[in-house]
């Protein structure tokens, strides 16, 4: 679905407007003309965009243009090296899937769930009409198991909001477990025609985070060469399965907006498990974005 309308190999723009010190510095100079140009020579066609929400919203809910200035000017560059784009609204009011985020309280609060929704119905006005180039994300990795039930009914009045607006733009949702892949069955069916399932994929995490710092399932200090981590073609398949399944009973496709192996893995190790990887997202025809 996304690779017909020409979205297939994508790359993501991580730490411009997410994840940073919002600085002005940081958003002025982090990321500039010269990178899309790159990004473009080297193939890609396609950019996502992780957005935090304090970037482009004000404590009361109404926009920040000068938030909404960068991503207009994001966009612009894109074009101008034929690149499309994913809006991924990265971090939302009472809610990141980081947890040294003081972030809380989405799910069960209407008030931050009211000022998602006027993001999206915000973004649906300044960029719903853009159908051929611009897909929305609606939120990056809702994390805990028990957040599924009300995550559902979160992306069904989200999307009826959009829809109300911008009818025909594509949007992404993903699962619990930080978009696992495997999470992708839980999901409801989708809302419409327009809706496509999203996973992020960085199996085995020991391999692709060997050395991370920022989370407690790593042994910062472990190493693991590609050939211990037993990563083949039939291991993706196997933790895409329930997945795939889920897509073609709903008519829909896959989209894998994050994967990726840390620079502490050996790049040749790297490379064998781009290629490991990048083998099954030919064969299922599923598009993708590498993290930066």
Known sequence: MLISMGFKKG???????????????RLDNFITEPDFKTIASWGFDHVRIPIDYNIIQNSDGSPIEEGYSRIDSAIALSRKYGLKVILDLHKTAGFSFDYGEEESGF??????????????????RRYGVHTHDIVFELLNEVTDAEFIDKWNEIIKICIRRIRAIAPEIYILVGSFHNNAADTV??????????IIYNFHCYEPLKFTHQ???????????ERMAFSESNTTAEYFEKLFSTA???AAKHGTSLYCGE???IENAAPEDSLEWFKVIHSVFEKYSTARSVWS
């Open 259 to 261: 994967y990726g192996v």
């Open 107 to 124: 799910f069960d609060n209407e008030k931050y769930q009211e000022r998602f929704y006027l993001i999206w119905e915000e973004f649906a």
């Open 244 to 246: 795939l399944e889920k």
């Open 185 to 194: 069955q839980y999901l409801d069916e989708p809302y419409d025609s327009r």
């Open 11 to 25: 790359i993501n723009l991580g730490g411009w407007m997410s994840q940073c010190d919002y600085s002005k510095d």
């Open 211 to 221: 050395g991370a710092t920022w989370t407690p399932l790593i042994a910062p200090d």
